[in-house]
Structures are given as structure tokens and as C-alpha cells.
């Protein structure tokens, strides 16, 4: 590993597909308050949604496809809203699989093609992705003597723009410099529309705020833009302080990365480098869970379940996987035991009143009650 190993970026690669967007914007390509279906000639497709609600995970649209083998916008006419567009955030990788249709519909090129035209090639930046042969391989967790072993990448096609890039920490550097306006790829305009905090989107539990295609993370006075991403044993972040004009960015080929994430930013905040902390919501006092809160929340087709626990108390069903001792506080957040690390850890929150929950949020995704 060295500061220009490409390492699969994950979720950063949607502050690209972002900016490529915004970039077609400011060219007048693209219009952001423009309904989608028109964009693609199909005006009954995901109706209401535009490309302002794509970019802020606003569109409700379900996180992932149902079938991944399947195309894009077949995917979209089948999907199963989580809530009208424009009202609450739910992250969405379909919502950017639906943004890479966009780009490749105004600019007559794949996704890659134009993620490399407008973004990459301006920026001297050589494109990798999660499968090229120069890719450093992500890692699992060590459980063994053996220790962390190599895992293969494995991403649909169509969700490459929501998580394909493999870049190195320099990249991430060039890309978070255009969002400090260099080197102008953007106008002083669209980039303040990307950066700007969009109302209705509250990302509980991923970031403080959400603009167009990029997180805001905040600390005291502090505003840091950024993005997370993970792809298969990777963990790499992107943070830029427009305010002191710096970037931060980080790559690292593990699963356990985000820990040492957390490490650099406390060691960068002795040096006077003031980035935010990711603390989790304090967990306030315990209440039981009510019978009418246990029941089953989909997410198009993530299951989330709430049941009772085999020795008491509840546990939460995540997509087949089973978190034990699922505890909820009186401000509707619930808590439930770390697979790895065997403690409590924040993981959603419940919607709606006590009792009569309609939905949860977990990992900024919002699943309706089924």
C-alpha cells in the first residue's frame, strides 16, 4: 500500500458520478429540477423523481435492485417506492444506477466513458475500478491464523455508478480539490447548489447532513464535506474543509480500515486539523418495545424484522442475519450487540409513535413497515 495504490473506493465513487452530473448541469445538458422520465423519453418512469432527488438519496427509491442481473430502468418501473419524492432521505444505490442512465443518455457514452471524459482525464487521474488488474485487492477481517486473506470484488454492472472507481488516496485528493474549485470543473454556482444542504435530507446514522451528492459531517463549528465508502474488505474516506481549503483523504485495503480511520482522525486533530468526529447518537435511557413495534420493515427487498429474542428481550433480522439483544431508548433509537466486537452499538431508530411504528432507518436506509 502506498499513496497512489488504487484500492476499490466503494461509495466515494457516487461523489464522482455526482459531480459528472453537476457538471452536465452547469453545461445545460441536464436540468436538476427536471422529472427524469422526461430526460430518458419515458414519462411515466419513477414519477416525480429528478435528479435533485437522485443526488440526495431524497428520490425513494429502494436501496438496491431486486434483481441485479436485470436492466436499470426495468428495475426502476418495478420498484416499490419507500416514500413520495422529496420527503425523506433513504440512501439508494438504484437512485444512482438511475443517475448513470442519465449521464449516459445526455452525453451518448457509457458511464465510464463519461466519468473518465469530464472528470477523471481533466484531473491527470489514470481510471482503475474495482476489477482492473493494477487494483489493490481488499481484505476480511483476520479470524485466524492465517490472518486477513484477499477477497474478490463483486458488483452488478449496473450499479458501477453508484460504487465502481478504484482510486488512490492522491486521487481522492485531485477529486476533492474540485469541490475547493480547482481546477474549475465546476462554476461558483452549480458547486454551491452540490454543496448545500438539502432540507429534507437527515441521514441518521451516516452523516449530519446531505447535499447533492456529497455528505456534510459537522463538529462544534466545524462543516467538513465528504463521503464513506466500503467495498469487499476495503474502507476508504474523502473529507474537504472548503473553510481552510484542505482535503483529507484516506484508503485503506482492510475490512478493519474504518478503525484506523478513526484513529487518523484523532492523530490529525492534535495536529490542528479540526475534522469531525463520527460519534454516534448517545443512546438515552431503555424502554420495552412495544407489540405493535415488532413486525417486519422492507426496503424493495431488504427485510428487516423486529421479534422477540430466543432468551428475552428482541433481536433484529437484517437480510437473514440475525443482531441479538436489540435494546430501544426512549428517543426511538435502538441499539443491538456488535457481531465482532460483542458490544452494544447504535443501528437505527424507529418512525412513527410508540406502538404504532410505520418504518425504521438503518444505515440511512428507510424501510416501511410490510
Known amino acids: 500500500m502506498s499513496p497512489s495504490s488504487a484500492v476499490p473506493i466503494g461509495s466515494v465513487t457516487k461523489v464522482a458520478t455526482a459531480t459528472v452530473v453537476m457538471a452536465l448541469i452547469a453545461d445545460d445538458d441536464l436540468e436538476l429540477d427536471q422529472p427524469v422520465g422526461e430526460i430518458l423519453g419515458d414519462p411515466g418512469l ?126 481522492l485528493v485531485e477529486l476533492g480539490r474540485v469541490h475547493l474549485g480547482k481546477p474549475g470543473l465546476l462554476d461558483v454556482v452549480t458547486a454551491a447548489d452540490m454543496h448545500s444542504r438539502v432540507p429534507d435530507a437527515e441521514p441518521y446514522g451516516l452523516a449530519d447532513g446531505w447535499g447533492l451528492g456529497i455528505a456534510h459531517y459537522e463538529d462544534d463549528d466545524e462543516v467538513w464535506l465528504g463521503h464513506d465508502g466500503t467495498a469487499d474488505g476495503t474502507s476508504c474516506q474523502l473529507r474537504i474543509d472548503q473553510a481552510g481549503a484542505c482535503v483529507v483523504a484516506f484508503t485503506a485495503n482492510g475490512a478493519a480500515g474504518t478503525d484506523m480511520w478513526h484513529d487518523l482522525v484523532a492523530e490529525l486533530r492534535a495536529l490542528g486539523i479540526a475534522l469531525p468526529r463520527r460519534r454516534p447518537p448517545a443512546p438515552a435511557g431503555p424502554v420495552p418495545i412495544a407489540a405493535g413495534d415488532f413486525g417486519t420493515y422492507r ?4 427485510d428487516y424484522t423486529i421479534r422477540p429474542g430466543e432468551h428475552g428481550g428482541a ?33 437505527g431508530r424507529l418512525r412513527g409513535t410508540p406502538g404504532e411504528a410505520t418504518a425504521i432507518e438503518i444505515g440511512g436506509r428507510l424501510a416501511r413497515r410490510h
Not at 108 to 131: C, D, F, N, Q, S
Not at 299 to 302: H, I, K
Not at 332 to 344: I, Q
Open 46 to 171: 419513477a414519477e416525480g423523481v429528478t435528479p435533485r432527488h437522485l443526488l440526495s438519496h431524497t428520490s425513494g427509491l429502494p436501496s438496491d435492485p431486486a434483481d441485479v442481473t436485470g436492466a436499470c430502468l426495468r428495475e426502476i418501473r418495478a420498484a416499490v417506492s419507500v416514500c413520495p419524492p422529496g420527503t425523506a432521505f433513504s440512501y439508494s444505490n438504484l437512485g444512482y444506477a438511475l443517475a448513470g442512465s442519465l449521464i449516459e443518455a445526455v452525453t451518448g457514452m457509457t458511464w465510464r466513458e463519461a466519468v473518465e471524459a469530464i472528470l477523471l482525464r481533466p484531473l491527470k487521474i489514470e481510471p482503475a475500478y474495482a476489477e482492473s488488474p493494477r487494483t489493490v485487492p481488499g481484505h476480511g477481517r483476520a479470524t485466524g491464523p492465517a490472518g486477513a486473506r484477499p477477497v474478490e470484488q463483486a458488483l452488478p454492472p449496473m450499479l458501477e455508478p453508484a460504487g465502481a472507481l478504484a482510486l488512490s488516496a492522491a486521487d
Open 315 to 347: 433481536e433484529l433480522v437484517a437480510d437473514g442475519e440475525v443482531f441479538p439483544e436489540l435494546t430501544l431508548h426512549d428517543d426511538a433509537s435502538f441499539t443491538v450487540l456488535d457481531p465482532v466486537s460483542g458490544r452494544p452499538t447504535p443501528c
Open 299 to 302: 426496503n424493495g427487498a431488504l
